[in-house]
């Protein structure tokens, strides 16, 4: 399996499982911390701009479903 192949599994079951689940993956589940690995890997490389322009496409959209889902701080 080529680094393109293992990104897109990664990219699908991300996706997959946010529109399943209506969330993000948890830090406080061992089951999810690969996804959630993967995701702040993925966004640290955005940073650094070692992240390839066909990626960053995906990524983008996997981003705006992500921050649908993000926790708002109850206690402003």
Known sequence: MTQEEKWQQQFEQMMAFMETNRRRPSKHRLEEHDML????????RIVKGELPE????????????ANQYRRLNQYK
């Open 37 to 44: 690995n993967w995701f702040k890997a993925t966004k640290k």
């Open 54 to 65: 066909e990626r960053l496409k995906k990524f983008t959209v996997l981003l705006e479903v």
